[in-house]
């Protein structure tokens, strides 16, 4: 702790291996080793978060390095990885931790149905803290030479694998999901320039090319039974279901299209396959 807070550069040199000390330390069943623990945590998180703010450290060095530690079984890495992405996400100018989103989303979704409370309850405060960042109309996703890309074809392909999870609550909060995303960028606002495609945003056009994921999903949501709204754990929504969720986005989806039909042609093909295979699929919902 004393080495980080007076000589910070070489924390951020040797941050790797700081952190997996940090992660042993978290674990420890001495309490007064985890609250030492606690402290270097706090410094350092203060020390990476500020290096990456000025330059001096760079996100892409960093963030993806959570995506191994958030499918760990060990609950108090998950814990302490959660509060590290919960970190960069509030603090780091910007918002950098949207470009590896895809590569750990799955993971902080399993995390809310974790046996332990504090998991759930920060995984689900990590999600709901995150998914407005992704809506807003972020400059950054028009500008063609931002360092910053939101890979939304995967996050909707890891919505659409979580929207599969044996927990009710899991994909109830992933059709949430996906029904904001499909709502903020293929909504009314959004097709209202179908005569001027160029005008779309490249958050737009990222989500309308993820289209043969979302119809899927679409499609395995609005035929999920689980009606259960009096589940002590399902205080999110309480008045919607995963159905109903689905209903509302399968709609959405349907006016864009009546909307700005050709648009959507070259998304025919997944439309079709997507429709043969759930067709096919015992106990298939009606679109």
Same mark, same amino acid.
């Given at each position: ?35 030492? /623990? ?20 760079? &996100? ?5 390095? #959570? ?5 760990? +079984? ?8 959660? !509060?590290?992405? $919960? ?33 759930? $309850? ?13 809506? @807003? ?19 909707? $392909? ?6 599969? %999870? ?11 999901? @996906?029904? +904001?995303?499909?709502? /903020?960028? @293929? ?38 039974? #689980? ?8 205080? #999110? ?5 995963? %159905?109903?969720?689905?209903? $509302? !986005? ?14 959507? &042609?070259?998304?025919?093909?997944? #439309?079709?396959? &997507?429709? +043969? ?11």
């Amino acid at each position: 702790f004393n080495v980080v807070k007076v000589i910070p550069t070489l924390a951020v040199q040797h941050f790797f291996i700081l952190f997996e000390i940090l992660r042993s330390l978290y674990a420890d069943v001495e309490v007064d080793v985890r609250s030492g /623990a606690e402290l270097l945590d706090k410094k350092l998180k203060e020390v990476i978060v500020g290096a990456i703010n000025s330059g001096s450290f760079s &996100a892409d060095s960093c963030v993806p390095i #959570f995506a191994r530690f958030v499918y760990m +079984r060990n609950k108090a890495t998950k814990r302490l990885t959660l !509060t590290w992405l $919960q970190e960069m996400n509030e603090k780091l100018i910007g918002t950098p931790v949207l470009e590896f989103l895809h590569l750990f989303l799955s993971g902080i979704f399993a995390m809310i149905a974790d046996p332990n409370i504090s998991i759930r $309850q920060s995984a689900l405060a990590f999600l709901q803290s995150v998914l407005p960042k992704l809506l @807003m109309d972020n400059e950054a996703f028009d500008d063609d030479g931002a360092s910053m890309k939101v890979d939304f074809d995967k996050l909707i $392909q890891s919505l659409v694998t979580t929207l599969e %999870h044996p927990d009710p609550f899991v994909r109830k909060v992933a059709m949430y999901w @996906m029904c +904001r995303i499909v709502k /903020a960028y @293929m909504g009314e606002n959004q097709n209202s320039n179908q005569d001027n495609a160029h005008k779309l945003s490249a958050a737009s056009m990222s989500v309308r090319n993820s289209l043969p994921h979302v119809l899927p999903g679409i499609l395995l949501s609005i035929g999920d039974t #689980f009606h259960n709204k009096a589940s002590t754990k399902d205080s #999110f929504l309480p008045d919607q279901t995963t %159905h109903s969720l689905a209903e $509302q !986005t399968n709609i959405c989806l349907q006016e864009a299209v009546r909307r700005d039909g050709r648009a959507y &042609a070259t998304h025919l093909d997944g #439309f079709l396959v &997507a429709l +043969r295979e759930e067709l096919d699929s015992p106990g298939h919902a009606q679109p």
